[in-house]
């Protein structure tokens, strides 16, 4: 089994930063992709960012240029830098890994976002 611990959100104000953080312990060679999604009151969950153990990304349109997402391998721990936020981007973040046949391995307990003046 795969255990993911997120760490990061919290409170900042339209056009701030914020940094999340997902580590990732147990069965971590069945990891092959490692993502991002959120979910905002009263709508679905919706992809983020994701990365695969080589380092190919994709976003969702309405991040893509504003957030980045990385990984560290060896520490078994992947990163969203959130940049220029907006109020849209206020949601619950859950880091979620897959293995490379695509199972869910994961989704972390999910950390908040508020984006707010």
């Known amino acids: 089994q795969v255990q993911l611990v997120e760490s990061g959100g919290g409170l900042v104000q339209p056009g701030g930063s914020l940094r999340l953080s997902c580590a990732a312990s147990?069965?971590?060679?069945?990891?092959?992709?490692m993502g991002w999604y959120r979910q905002a009151p009263g709508k679905q969950r919706e992809l983020v960012a994701v990365?695969?153990?080589?380092?190919?990304?994709n976003y969702a349109d309405s991040v893509r240029g504003r957030f980045t997402i990385s990984r560290d391998n060896a520490k078994n721990t992947a990163y969203l830098q959130m940049n220029s936020l907006k109020p849209d981007d206020t949601a619950v973040y859950y880091c979620?890994?897959?293995?490379?046949?695509?199972?869910?391995?994961?989704w972390g307990q999910g950390t908040q976002v508020t984006v707010s003046s």
């Open positions: 990365i695969t153990s080589g380092g190919t990304t």
């Open positions: 147990g069965s971590i060679f069945s990891i092959y992709v």
């Open positions: 979620n890994t897959q293995s490379r046949a695509g199972s869910v391995l994961a």
